[in-house]
Structure formats: structure tokens, C-alpha cells
Nanobody, 121 residues
């Protein structure tokens, strides 16, 4: 069993900052990729940022220069530092990890439960 537990969401004013965390627990052999997605009301879930096991990062254009993704492999944790937040960043944020549970096993997607981020004055 693998669980991803997120924390750090909330209500913030435009221009403010939040830091999301997502920690994986359970039987984990290797984590290949980590990422954050978001889903606004009535819209599809989209990738916000990702980081590979080698530390390469990618971002959707709308958050470049404002959001920073990082990972602590020793803690099986991924972070998303969000600065200069805008109302259009309002969404439920989900963490995602691609991992294998045993040596030689297949890599599969795992998701967190989601955390609400609301940017409003």
C-alpha cells in the first residue's frame, strides 16, 4: 500500500505565497518522477510542474518564475513553493508520483487526495 498525503493549501490574498508538501509512505522501491497538477472548478486536471529523479524540472508557462518544485528523495517528499499568487491559480492541487514498489517491478501512477488553494481578496 502506498499513500500520498498533501498539506499546505489554504486561502491567500493575491500576491501572497503558499508552500505545498506531499509525502509518500508505504512500500516504495524507487520514485521516478514527481509532479503537481491542479484542477479548477469545471475544468480538466492539468500539469503545473514536474521534477524527475535526476532533478530536471518543467513548468506550465503560466507559473514560470512564480512557482518552484523541489524534492527530498530521502523523505519521499515533493514540494511546490508558490509565490506571487493570482486568482487564476485557484484550484484543487494534486500531487502525483510515478514509482515502483519492488525491484524490477512496474512503475505506476499514485495520487494525493488533493488540497484546495484559493487566491482571493
Amino acid at each position: 500500500q502506498v499513500q500520498l498525503v498533501e498539506s499546505g493549501g489554504g486561502l491567500v490574498q493575491p500576491g501572497g505565497s503558499l508552500r505545498l508538501s506531499c509525502a509518500a509512505s508505504g512500500s516504495i522501491f524507487n520514485i521516478y518522477g514527481m509532479g503537481w497538477y491542479r484542477q479548477a472548478t469545471g475544468k480538466q486536471r492539468d500539469l503545473v510542474a514536474g521534477v524527475t529523479s535526476g532533478g530536471f524540472t518543467n513548468y506550465v508557462d503560466s507559473v514560470k518564475g512564480r512557482f518552484t518544485i523541489s524534492r527530498d528523495s530521502a523523505k519521499n517528499t515533493v514540494y511546490l513553493q508558490m509565490n506571487s499568487l493570482k486568482p487564476e491559480d485557484t484550484a484543487v492541487y494534486y500531487c502525483n508520483m510515478i514509482l515502483s514498489r519492488v525491484s524490477g517491478g512496474s512503475a505506476n501512477d499514485y495520487w494525493g487526495q488533493g488540497t484546495q488553494v484559493t487566491v482571493s481578496s
